[in-house]
């Protein structure tokens, strides 16, 4: 069986993770939007609305929302590096995404969560066949960074 090149492994990772956004319901509750999705990027966008306001009196984005935004980012670039591993079959791949999980995930919250909308980006610090290290930042509309996470994520 021949290799599949990164353009190859790219447009089946977009395939199966689209559903991540079409058919996850807490993904779909909080509104998020899978912006970019490939094998070394993931970039979330998350509209403020109401309904995700923590603190009513100045209108701040929920700490839960936040935490939850960073923990879809990270846990799609772990899995999406994971996906990347040139050695698995299609099936292998589909597999690893359905036992994908969250082991562990820090947050530090460094400013109000204030913004018309929301970016979430993660990057892969330490990739393996059955963990992987994340780093997530959570951006407002104006570029300001309002949160920071690191998590730990099964992928195999």
């Known amino acids: ?49 109401e309904e995700l306001i923590g603190n009513y009196v100045h209108g701040m984005l929920h700490g839960g929302v936040i935490a939850s935004v960073l923990d879809v980012a990270g846990g799609m670039i772990a899995m999406a590096n994971a996906f990347s591993n040139k050695e698995l079959t299609d099936n292998e791949r589909r597999e690893g995404l359905d036992r994908a999980s969250t082991i562990d ?35 407002n509309d104006q570029g300001v960074l309002i949160a920071v996470g690191t998590g730990s994520y099964i992928v195999g």
């Open 1 to 49: 069986m021949a290799e599949k090149t990164a353009a190859e492994l790219d447009a089946l990772l977009n395939k199966l993770l689209g559903a991540f956004e079409r058919k996850m319901p807490f993904n779909q509750l909080l509104g998020i939007q899978f912006e970019a999705l490939h094998l070394d990027e993931v970039r979330l966008r998350l509209e403020m609305r």
């Open 105 to 139: 995930m820090r947050v530090d919250y460094l400013r109000p969560g204030k913004g018309a909308y929301f970016i979430a980006t993660a990057q892969v610090l330490r990739g393996g066949r059955r963990v992987s290290v994340t780093r997530m930042a959570l951006h």
